[in-house]
């Protein structure tokens, strides 16, 4: 059974930093693109960043390129969100997420971790 597992979220004031955590279990994932979603109270869900296990191939929306980093680490089976010059509007919940690389479909979601920019 595959479980992802979010953590690093909270408050900080605009300008400052985060660490997002994903800790993936229940299989092998060098064949998955993992990948950072978030959704704001209204809005729909957006994708952040995305990254392949097994190449390091990355992408990310406009919205957040040059502020956030994804990697992942395959030792500790952990894909992470670095986030930087956080704004107010980046609050939101964060999701990680993770799917097989021959489809489209997101068929393994963590729980969320909400992320608050306020000063």
């Known amino acids: 059974q595959v479980q992802l597992v979010e953590s690093g979220g909270g408050l900080v004031q605009p300008g400052g930093s985060l660490r997002l955590s994903c800790a993936a279990s229940?299989?092998?994932?060098?064949?998955?693109?993992m990948g950072w979603f978030r959704q704001a109270p209204g809005k729909e869900r957006e994708v952040l960043a995305t990254?392949?296990?097994?190449?390091?191939?990355?992408y990310y929306a406009d919205s957040v390129k040059d502020r956030f980093t994804i990697s992942r680490d395959s030792a500790k089976n952990t894909v992470y969100l670095q986030m930087n010059s956080l704004k107010p509007e980046d609050t939101a919940v964060y999701y990680c997420?993770?799917?097989?690389?021959?489809?489209?479909?997101?068929?393994?979601w963590g729980q969320g971790t909400q992320v608050t920019v306020s000063s």
């Open positions: 990254i392949r296990w097994g190449g390091g191939n990355t």
């Open positions: 229940g299989r092998t994932f060098s064949y998955y693109v």
């Open positions: 997420a993770a799917r097989f690389i021959a489809t489209q479909t997101w068929g393994y």
